[in-house]
Structure formats: C-alpha cells, structure tokens
C-alpha cells in the first residue's frame, strides 16, 4: 500500500508540474510576504494532485492566493473554475502571468480578482447602495458561493481569523469544502484564534490533522515548522447558504 501511494504521489507531481514566475531581488523587495512560495501552498498543491476528486468539476476560490501556486494546482487538477484572489496589486500581477505561464486548460479555468475580507461585494446587486462595494471592477464570480475555499498560512495578524471566518460564512456554498493548511499555532501569530475559532462553531464539522511527512517532503521550511490541514464543511441544518 505504501508503495502504490509513492507511486500515485509521483506520478500525480510529474503530470501536475506548474511554471511559477519568479520576482527578481528589485522585485521582491517589501513584497516578501506576497510573492513569495510559501510552504503551506505547495503542501496544498500537492495534496490536490494527489487527490484530484477534492476538486475536478468544481468551482474553487483561492483566499489570499499570493503567486496563486494553490488555486493553479486546483485547475491544474480539473476544477471547473478557479477565481485567485488577493488584496496585494503585486500579488495578482505575478498571479495573473502565472496563470498565462501554465497551459490553456489552466488559464481557460482560472481568473485573477482583487478581493478585500473587510469589504466583500454583496451577493445581491438589488441591495447595493451608493456605499456598496459592488462596482465595476468587481468580478462576477465574486458575486456568487463557491464548492471550494482554498487558504494556505494566511492568518498571520490580529483581526484576520474572523476575517477568514466571514469569507466562509460569504462564499462557501452549501455542501462546500474549505481546505486549509496553516503552521501550528506555536509557529504563527493568531492561527490559534482561527483554530479555536472553527472548532468552536456548532455550524461546521471541522477536522484538523498534521500534514503528513510524504506532502511535506523535500520543503526546507516545512522541516522544522509543522504545518496542519484544516478540513471544513458546514452541518447542513445550520449552513447558512444555498
């Protein structure tokens, strides 16, 4: 059995290989954060690969997308559309031309839009007032609910786990799934917040497990920072989406 998931695991990281540009040193100044390949989104990219049912035909938003690496490895394994989101300018440009980088199935299935946790677009245009979010450069997909919420190791300052926790209660739809990988409290400011916030909500069934060595493996920084899955749905009587 061990065997066969190596093997599984190889084949699904060869046939899934993305082209991720690189910031040069001018480039990546005071965006270290942003533009940056952070280990939780190749542990995620990975376990998509590997488990491509996760998302093939769904619809998938990408929190905090930086380069986009998750939100790629998600179309890259065949979801129906995938909108990376950011509130970084630098951020969406590397995710826009990381996007064109990859083939046409994958630039064909994703969409690159600004997107604000503070001030999220209204989901129905009939409400929008003077003061509403919702303008132009507000991207339709944005207006909808989502199968798939994808974050990797976004919580990071104050104020940003209940942000994430109105983009679940925002986006994710009914039967949606949202997938997380984050460093375990001890390692990053405020994860411990979102964690007791999700374990505490009678309206979700949240699981939280380590990720395991095999999705790790070969990521310098993941060898000494443990990072966890978050595996979220909503209890069906208390979704509040349809």
């Given at each position: ?8 695991e190889e084949a699904a990281t060869e046939e899934a290989a993305l082209r991720l540009r690189c910031l040069s040193r001018r480039e990546t100044f ?13 542990i995620l990219a990975r376990l998509l690969w590997t488990h491509p049912t996760l998302v093939r035909g769904r619809s998938v938003l990408e929190l ?63 409400i929008a007032d003077a003061d509403s979010p919702v303008d132009d450069r507000t991207h339709p997909a944005l207006l909808g609910v989502f199968d ?95």
């Open positions: 059995a061990a065997t066969e998931e190596a093997a599984t005071g965006a270290e954060i942003e533009c940056k390949v952070w280990p939780a989104s190749l905090g997308a930086g380069v986009g690496l998750a939100g790629l490895g998600a179309a890259r394994a065949g979801a129906s559309q995938v909108v990376l989101t950011d509130i970084n300018d630098k951020a969406l440009r590397c995710a826009r031309d990381n996007s064109a980088r990859n083939g046409e199935q994958i630039h064909a299935a994703s969409v690159v839009a600004r997107l604000d946790w503070a001030e999220p677009p209204v989901a129905d245009r009939s798939v919420l994808l974050a990797a190791d976004v919580v990071n300052a104050d104020g940003l786990p209940q942000l994430v926790m109105n983009m679940l209660d925002r986006y994710l739809s009914k039967r949606g799934l949202f997938l997380m990988v984050a460093p375990r409290p001890e390692h990053r400011h405020k994860v411990d917040e979102l964690r007791a916030a999700l374990l505490a909500s009678d309206a979700m069934d949240v699981r939280v497990v380590v990720v395991p060595r095999w999705l790790s493996a070969a990521i310098e920084e993941a060898v000494d920072i443990i990072h966890e899955l978050y595996v979220v749905t909503w209890r069906v009587s208390r979704s509040p989406r349809s």
